[in-house]
């Protein structure tokens, strides 16, 4: 079972928004600019699409969406169901969720410096373990599937 968020974390993620909307693709790029120093992670991203800046672009797109749905996660539910899908199609494993908290938490703070302090912090980092406790579930469900 998913924890719930406090309506504390909730109006905090919710009001990072404005913030998601201005800055998102910066603080994507600086994620995986994070993320990729693990080889065999990188491995997992079709570049292509990161050259592009395709694929910042679309997580970009998420995580506003995720800020503005965070107390109505069922608006995400085919968004939720599409990432999952291709997260099997890749190889994403629970295991890769902490290298990715690891790489978004500091972006944040990389990009928006000062405006973001810990308590912001903090209720993102509750924010993206509950999507992806999620996450697994759903590539859990779709691994056994495809087994």
Known sequence: MT????????AIVKSTAPA?????????TRMYERLFVDPEIKALFDQAAQESGEQPKRLAGAILAFAKNVD??????QAVER???RHVETGVKPEHYPAVAAALL?????????AVNEEVLNAWG??????????????QTKYRAAA
């Open 72 to 77: 109505n996660l069922g608006a995400l539910s």
């Open 83 to 85: 990432m999952a899908a």
């Open 20 to 28: 998601l909307q201005q800055h998102g693709v910066a603080i994507t």
């Open 106 to 114: 500091p972006a944040i703070k990389d990009v928006l410096g000062d």
């Open 126 to 139: 509750e924010a993206y373990w509950m999507l992806a406790d999620i996450l697994i579930g759903v590539e």
């Open 3 to 10: 924890k719930q968020l406090s309506p504390e974390t909730i």
